[in-house]
T-cell receptor, first 112, second 116 residues
């Protein structure tokens, strides 16, 4: 069965520091992978997606993610974090059918 | 940029009452979804809907739940007799293609449902 693991429940970084949020998936075929961000009281906004091709994908707000098949990972990165990036980040895998399977999320806190 | 809109943003209902959550998907999208997020937990798939019928549903989506596209723009989730454990944030999503396509799902801001 498909699953997504986000090992870090809570991450704290200083503004301007680099960021990496981890995501591991379990899926038998080539996965469709997504990162969504949820600001407090808001819905889920798509940051980026991977379907095929180049394993390094660029998203909005300066985020990127790299698909590594050998590690079953799709980690999200940003070279310099801004205070407005504080939010909850969800990794998701597109399953065999329509549904998305989400990880438990990583809450990012940014200190000035 | 077009967006998915959900109303109301917060719904408070007595246990046992019926509730209808409303969604207006992006206008040219054909695939519609409901997800829920219990406080502090992950986002969970409830149901997908295409061509006026359910295409997939989870074990959470029991007989108390139903979905409908009553007109060309709205997509609703009805909970017939609410239970305390139905308290959650409910997200509507839509996409232009379904299944394993390269079109992502776009989410609304959610409706927070509180059952008293």
């Amino acid at each position: 069965a498909q699953s997504v693991t986000q090992p870090d429940i809570h991450i704290t970084v200083s503004e301007g520091a680099s960021l990496e949020l981890r995501c591991n998936y379990s899926y038998g075929a080539t996965p469709y992978l997504f990162w969504y961000v949820q600001s407090p009281g808001q819905g889920l906004q798509l940051l980026l997606k991977y379907f095929s091709g180049d394993t390094l994908v660029q998203g909005i707000k300066g985020f990127e993610a790299e698909f590594k098949r050998s590690q079953s990972s799709f980690n999200l990165r940003k070279p310099s974090v801004h205070w407005s990036d504080a939010a909850e980040y969800f990794c998701a895998v597109g399953a065999d059918t329509d549904k998305l399977i989400f990880g438990t999320g990583t809450r990012l806190q940014v200190f000035p | 940029e077009p967006e998915v809109t959900q109303t109301p943003s917060h719904q408070v209902t007595q246990m046992g009452q019926e509730v209808i959550l409303r969604c207006v998907p992006i206008s040219n999208h054909l695939y519609f979804y409901w997800y829920r997020q219990i406080l502090g937990q992950k986002v969970e798939f409830l149901v997908s809907f295409y061509n006026n019928e359910i295409s997939e549903k989870s074990e959470i989506f029991d007989d108390q739940f139903s979905v409908e596209r009553p007109d060309g723009s709205n997509f609703t989730l009805k909970i017939r007799s609410t239970k305390l454990e139905d308290s959650a944030m409910y997200f509507c999503a839509s996409s232009s293609q379904g299944g394993r396509s390269n079109q992502p799902q776009h989410f609304g801001d959610g409706t927070r449902l509180s059952i008293l």
